[in-house]
């Protein structure tokens, strides 16, 4: 009976722990829609967004980095130096209004943040229809380091997306 006993409390001890959030992936492949508040514009900083249920990718880009002109090689931004780029993950699903409103909502609140530590992020820019420039946004080599060190290494995002400017 010890020997059972000791068992389930050895079973305990080694349980897993609900508390320790382990990310394998970051996947936005299937979320196509670029989000950002108000309106995009060339020569200032710009946040865009991608909303996947409790899961939010977050581009900070400098100003100065969409130009409404066509590009023949890609614009290139290094990451973090240049363009920031944060993966959180909330206590419940979230919406635009958590990023464009003045007072950010108390809930959903972020249960986890973790910034992009190596990387690069490439523009390729074409004419639109009319005075409108099309700004298309992959990513390359993001590599996110958790606070306890671990690197999510299976991330799958190539095209961030696509965003219009005008003139």
Sequence with gaps: MKKYLLFAIALIQFSCNDGDLQIETVDFDSIETVQFCETVVVNAENLLFKINGDEALIIELPSNLLKNEITTTDITSQVPSATQITYRIF?????????????????????????????????????????????TIRLSGISFVAENGSRITNLEINEFGTVTTSL
């Design 91 to 135: 206590s419940d699903n979230v919406s635009n209004n958590y990023f464009c409103d003045a007072i950010p909502p108390l809930t959903p609140s972020v249960i986890e943040e973790i910034g992009a530590q190596d990387g690069q992020i490439f523009i390729t820019t074409v004419a639109g229809e009319g005075d409108t420039f099309v700004h």
